[in-house]
């Protein structure tokens, strides 16, 4: 039966948007984006992997063929790659007005040594979540280094399973998809000696593949026991809901001290994906009825994407020009995120629906709308 986890959709939404509010609280000086929970909403970066690992086993069970994996790729690439090149573009042109610019008003940090030739390459060659030379920083976009560890947690599991297939390794992908992530875990706690969630532009490929096949465990467990599990009662689901909900906000005010234990937030995004992926219980009801996050969660990878560049924008105008004080995102964070927002509307359909080429569905996968 054809699953269509619209809580999960709008859960990817959802915490889109507390990244946004987590890169808002740069340039604010308010406890409404200033407080323990939303300056540890980067961690929300780790859902995303989880859930994308979840949906992708879901929509490719099997890969029987280098064919297929060279179409499974292509698809991927292009649902993230169009995006990304275009905003990197419109950063690189920022950099360059700015030099135009300067002799005629003052620019601050005219010069960001984190932009420069080599990280333009690592950004349009998408290894900028990998250790290179040189490199000490996150870059341009700096939220492209997520789409970067994404891309190469693509490129392990679409190895990975083809290899199970022609291998008839099937009876033990579960440990095969668990020793992926115990392997990538393992190499980073090597190379920097902690588990922590605390690695993008250097080990972040790690941190995504660890994650990412977190997420396919997840839907592994999900397949094998869904018929039994629907059978319990949706009051027992509506517990589960509320209290994975709670616990998930309640690691996240905690960050500060359990992101160097990354495999707490990893347990504790596979029990919640599990429990919302059944949407029995009273908490999806409620997140279902709304229209607007449904369309929140359908623009999430362009509000994740374009996000870095309006808030810089919105900050010189604002806060530059207009010289409004830090205090005022008490309640211009509405007016920068509607501004997002509108323009993650734009980019959806004129940019990720433009290159997009997962409309023509192969026989025998599934739909799901996935990064």
């Known amino acids: 039966?054809?699953?269509?986890?619209?809580v999960l959709d709008i859960f990817r939404g959802i915490f889109s948007s507390l990244v946004v509010f987590f890169h808002m609280s740069t340039f604010?000086?308010?406890p409404v984006i200033n407080n323990r929970f939303i300056l540890n909403c980067d961690l929300f970066v780790d859902f995303f992997f989880v859930l994308s690992g979840f949906v992708i086993a879901y929509s490719y069970q099997s890969v029987s063929t280098g064919e297929e994996l060279n179409r499974f790729y292509k698809k991927r690439f292009f649902r993230l790659y169009p995006l990304h090149f275009i905003v990197?573009?419109?950063?690189?042109?920022?950099?360059?007005?700015?030099?135009?610019?300067?002799?005629?008003?003052?620019?601050n940090n005219l010069n960001n040594p984190a932009n420069n030739v080599t990280t333009f390459l690592s950004n349009l060659f998408l290894l900028n979540s990998v250790k290179l030379p040189g490199v000490n920083d996150v870059s341009w976009n700096i939220a492209s280094w997520s789409i970067s560890a994404e891309m190469i947690a693509y490129l392990v599991f679409g190895i990975t399973i083809l290899q199970i297939g022609r291998g008839?390794?099937?009876?033990?992908?579960?440990?095969?998809?668990?020793?992926?992530?115990?392997a990538s875990a393992t190499v980073m706690h090597f190379f920097t000696g902690t588990f922590g969630l605390l690695y993008t532009f250097?080990?972040?490929?790690?941190?995504?593949?660890?994650?990412?096949?977190?997420?396919?465990?997840?839907?592994?467990?999900?397949?094998?026991?869904?018929?039994?599990?629907?059978n319990k009662g949706n009051g027992l689901f509506s517990f589960l809901e509320i209290l994975m909900l709670a616990t998930t906000i309640t690691l996240v005010?905690?960050?500060?001290?359990?992101?160097?234990?990354?495999f707490v937030y990893l347990a504790a995004f596979f029990v919640t994906i599990l429990v919302f992926a059944f949407e029995k219980g009273w908490l999806s009801t409620q997140l279902k009825k709304s229209k607007f996050l449904h369309t929140t969660g359908r623009y999430s990878y362009s509000?994740?994407?374009?996000?870095?560049?309006?808030?810089?924008?919105?900050?010189?105008?604002?806060?530059?020009?207009?010289?409004?004080?830090?205090?005022?995102?008490?309640?211009m964070f509405i007016v920068n995120y509607a501004i997002i927002w509108v323009a993650s509307a734009w980019t959806f359909k004129h940019i990720e629906m433009r290159f997009n080429v997962s409309g023509k569905k192969e026989p025998g996968k599934?739909?799901?709308?996935?990064w």
């Open 28 to 30: 604010s000086d308010t």
């Open 303 to 331: 509000i994740y994407m374009i996000h870095t560049l309006i808030l810089s924008l919105f900050n010189v105008v604002f806060f530059r020009v207009l010289k409004l004080p830090p205090s005022a995102y008490a309640y």
């Open 366 to 370: 599934k739909g799901w709308w996935v």
């Open 202 to 230: 250097n080990y972040g490929f790690l941190r995504g593949i660890t994650g990412f096949f977190t997420g396919v465990l997840c839907f592994t467990t999900f397949n094998v026991n869904k018929t039994e599990i629907r």
């Open 88 to 107: 990197l573009m419109a950063f690189v042109a920022i950099e360059v007005l700015k030099h135009f610019a300067a002799p005629y008003v003052q620019v």
């Open 1 to 6: 039966m054809k699953e269509r986890f619209e």
């Open 168 to 182: 008839r390794l099937g009876q033990y992908r579960v440990w095969i998809f668990a020793g992926v992530a115990i």
């Open 253 to 262: 005010c905690y960050g500060e001290t359990f992101k160097t234990y990354g």
